[in-house]
């Protein structure tokens, strides 16, 4: 039995949506060295792949906003948005030519998805990451495949934890929402799957920003990605 299927009451399992960053790939060194090289670029001291792992689970612009006030050492409220603008321009540019230098898939993703997909449930990615450096990481890892929607943070207006993203992975699916579970790995993705009226998985090794993501009480909690599969026969 499915431990996602479990979650939804007796009804199918027909599709599964999927975030990015922190559930399926650990991008944290590749999004530090984008980051380091953008303030040193600009004659800021660089931050580290240890703080930026703090850091992630809220979009670029936050996680730029969080190395420009640690390198000028003033509350994040405090900063000039033409700043936080130059900064983020710049990070854009050198992530863009390094998103799979050193980005991994977490342990289990690959085997787990083929699982899935042999059994006939779609899926989808639906990340608050912008769609065009998500695309490409999809690609590297060969997952196009097997979820063909992506939903990226700059596909609508909203993102994570607006509820939109979600309802638009399940019409390109195809899948009704009631038969549809988000996977993922922050309080962002618990609350978009709350406002859709989905039952919601989270992985426990994900960045939630510093946070333990069950303090997000998450329908279910677990600590390999291969657990969200349940007992296989």
Known sequence: MSALQ???DGRELQAILFDLDG??????????????????????????????RGWVGNGARKLVQRGLAFALEVPEQSLDAALVDQLLAVFFEHYGKQT???????????????????????????????????????AHFGLEELMPVLVGGDTLAVRKPDPA????????????????????????????????????ACVSYGYNHGAPVADAEPDLLVDRFLDLRGNVR
């Open 100 to 138: 799979c230098e050193q980005t991994v898939l977490y342990p289990g993703v690959r085997e787990a998805l083929r699982h899935w997909e042999a059994k006939g449930i779609k899926m989808a990615c639906v990340t608050n990451k912008p769609a065009r450096f998500s695309q490409p990481i999809l």
């Open 23 to 52: 559930t399926l790939i650990d991008s944290v060194p590749d999004l530090a060295a984008a980051l380091d090289a953008s303030l040193e670029q600009l004659n800021y001291v660089p931050a580290g792949v240890g703080r930026v």
């Open 165 to 200: 993203p979600l309802f638009l992975a399940c019409q390109q699916l195809g899948v009704p929402l009631a038969n549809t579970v988000m996977v993922g790995d922050s309080v962002n993705d618990v609350a978009a799957a709350r406002a859709a009226g989905m039952p919601v």
């Open 6 to 8: 479990d979650l939804l």
